[in-house]
């Protein structure tokens, strides 16, 4: 594997009974690069995530994250990979019963030895990074928007100092204000701490403001991969009108004179 890829997808088969959702699916993600996957509904975008993080089990190919195969990796070794990403799920994922703090001390609990005050330190350092303020540390996740969910959620993600993100669709049901912040900090937060992210999204504008590059789910496998630039040169009807549809051509005109993605 290159070390220039944190992961490396080949021949990926999912499915569920008869439904064949990928189909020899190949994807790479290079270090250091917002990866943003786009597809109709349905194409298999979640699944392809939850089976890089080793939640849904493909029927065959290989995935390699940050140079190990995860299917063929002993318990302790993908442990250990997977200690060096985060996720953050749609709908936050946060458990209701524990504070936001409680649910960014989560991933840290295994850690062991690890001091209590310390650990409370590390998790409000986490909070802050996610751009929550001081005192929604102590609010349960359903004394927050949505938008403060999903940075909670962010912040829990962030909790080992990953190298990897995986965000599933995290501006989904934000509003655009909200939506736009959040672009700003994906952003902000690939280019401080060099993430490498692998991120779902519907969302054209996120699209602009924060991928370096982008991969299209579609006919069961990545269909194409590339910057915005090359998008718009792709002769296929879905990615087409994905790009090219009034939605499109408004994040286009909205797009900042730094925008990214081509
Ligand atoms: N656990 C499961 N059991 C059966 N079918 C599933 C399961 N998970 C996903 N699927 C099916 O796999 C297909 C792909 O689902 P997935 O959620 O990955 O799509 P998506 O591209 O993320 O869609 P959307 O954009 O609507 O969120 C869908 O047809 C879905 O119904």
């Known amino acids: 594997m290159s070390e220039d890829l944190a992961i490396r997808v080949r021949g990926l088969v999912n499915r569920f009974g008869p439904h064949v959702v990928h189909d020899g699916l190949d994807l790479d993600v290079r270090r250091?690069?917002?990866l943003g996957i786009v597809g109709g509904s349905g194409t298999g975008k979640s699944v392809l995530l939850r089976s890089i993080v080793g939640l849904v089990k493909p029927a065959s190919g290989t995935?390699?994250?940050l140079g190990t195969d995860l299917r063929t990796a002993d318990p302790e070794t993908r442990r250990a990979i997977e200690l060096r990403w985060g996720v953050m799920f749609q709908d936050g994922a946060l458990f209701s019963s524990l504070t936001v703090r409680e649910n960014v001390e989560v991933p840290l609990r295994g850690i062991e030895g690890l001091d209590?005050?310390?650990r409370r330190a590390l998790a409000d350092m986490k909070i802050a990074l996610a751009g929550l303020p001081a005192k929604a540390a102590d609010n349960y996740p359903s004394e927050l928007s949505g938008g403060m969910r999903k940075r909670a959620g962010l912040a829990r993600a962030l909790a080992l100092d990953p190298?990897?993100?995986?965000?599933?669709?995290?501006t989904a049901g934000l509003d655009p204000i909200g939506a736009?912040?959040?672009d700003v900090l994906i952003r902000q937060l690939s280019?401080?701490?060099g993430l490498t992210v692998f991120l779902v999204t519907h969302d054209l504008d996120t699209l602009h403001a924060c991928c370096d590059r982008i991969a299209v789910?579609?006919?069961?496998k990545v269909l194409v991969t590339g910057t915005m630039a090359d998008m718009l040169q792709v002769d296929h009807p879905w990615v087409h009108e994905y790009f090219h549809g009034p939605r499109a051509r408004a994040a286009q005109d909205a797009r900042e004179p730094d925008g990214r993605a081509g």
């Open 32 to 34: 250091g690069e917002v």
């Open 180 to 182: 736009s912040a959040f």
């Open 116 to 118: 209590p005050d310390l």
């Open 217 to 220: 789910l579609a006919e069961k």
């Open 191 to 193: 280019q401080t701490l």
């Open 63 to 65: 995935i390699e994250v």
């Open 163 to 170: 190298e990897i993100v995986f965000l599933d669709e995290p």
